[in-house]
């Protein structure tokens, strides 16, 4: 797969892609898969798992492999011994052939030129395993690999760390990824030295999903309807931490939106199913002006209750001392003084 960037939000984004048909044979790109996760999920593993505990158990497992490797050279040396001698031997018996016998005498020379093919196998295969086993690590090597075990996440999440600097620290890890997309995205990886492991990661979710707004915002907004205009809800939200799909503080514009998209029943049927009656039907069921409805609520003589924040109100239905008209009698004493009411919205409670 061959990588492709792009800017988002000011930060460089990767993306694996399957191009190798495209590219040759113009064919559809075979499978993309965006890598903020994929890397996201690697730096986690590789910084989980180079710290000093498991280097610790690295170096030790290390050194008692080292230690079977002593026995194991007294064996490969052993072996060099018998190949020497069974070539001295095979030469003893060629320089005591008597010359005229030619046929004894070819014998011997080709098993003596076989022992010593075998010696030179022997003695390169025991310097090869021997250069190897001179890998041990030294005292200065483990104190600088565990050393490492710090520095390397703190060179990792160092900001000034450029992206090319964290790829080598990836190549001298990994020997290689595969990535797999089905219903998630499978990765295999393989590290230096055989160790590999598999991590599952679930599909990316495409921008709309990433900006959708959460369900408890939308089941908050649906309650606070109940009681409260757009602009209300949207002063209700901001304290208490909620925030939209794009992580932006709440406008009265993006609660009526949210209410829209998510087919919320409007504040103004809510009000309606619950029997209040609108400016008109108010005045027609008083015998009055719709205008002295308006004027009646603001003096406190009928209790309305706002469904939008431009100052539109439904009310409640009148009951037997309900304000009337008349003549010359100011408005402070068309009703008794403990049932005014304030003009204002009932207030709620907000439940955090």
């Known amino acids: 797969m061959t990588v492709r960037y792009h800017f988002r939000f000011n930060r460089l984004c990767p993306d694996y892609v399957c191009q190798r048909k495209g590219i040759a044979n113009a064919e559809p790109i075979c499978a993309q898969i965006p890598g903020v996760e994929v890397d996201r999920a690697v730096s986690e593993l590789l910084v989980e798992l180079v710290n000093p505990t498991t280097l610790e158990v690295a170096l030790t497992v290390q050194q008692e492999l080292q230690a079977r490797l002593g026995e194991a050279d007294r064996l490969r040396k052993q072996q060099v011994e018998r190949a020497h001698y069974e070539a001295e031997l095979a030469q003893t ?6 010359p005229n016998n030619r046929l004894v005498a070819d014998t011997l020379e080709a098993d003596w030129n076989h022992k010593l093919r075998a010696l030179t196998e022997a003695q390169t295969e025991y310097e090869r395993r021997c250069e190897e086993d001179r890998k041990i690590f030294q005292e200065e090597q483990r104190a600088a690999i565990l050393q490492l075990a710090t520095d390397f996440p703190r060179l990792w999440h160092d900001g000034s760390t450029p992206d090319r600097e964290r790829k080598r620290m990836v190549r001298l890890l990994l020997e290689d990824v595969t990535l797999l997309r089905g219903e998630q995205i499978t990765l295999h990886l393989r590290f230096r030295g055989g160790a590999s492991q598999t991590l599952v990661l679930p599909l990316p979710q495409t921008s709309w999903q990433r900006w959708t707004t959460s369900p408890e915002v939308v089941t908050e907004i649906d309650r606070l309807l109940d009681h409260h205009t757009h602009q209300e809800i949207a002063v209700i939200l901001n304290p208490h931490g909620f925030r939209s799909g794009k992580d932006q503080s709440f406008t009265c514009r993006y609660v009526a939106r949210i209410q829209r998209e998510y087919s919320l029943k409007p504040r103004y049927d809510r009000l309606r199913e619950a029997g209040l009656l609108t400016r008109q039907e108010m005045a027609q069921a008083l015998g009055v002006a719709s205008t002295t409805i308006r004027i009646w609520r ?9 469904y939008t924040d431009k100052g539109d ?5 009148p009951g037997e001392d309900a304000p009337r008209k008349t003549r010359g009698l100011k408005l402070s004493l068309r009703s008794p ?3 005014l009411i304030p003009d204002r919205t009932k207030e709620v409670q907000y439940e955090a």
């Open 93 to 98: 018996r060629y320089m005591r052939v008597d």
């Open 298 to 306: 603001a003096h406190g003589l009928l209790r309305g209750y706002a």
């Open 313 to 317: 109100y439904l009310y409640e239905r």
């Open 337 to 339: 003084a403990d049932q």
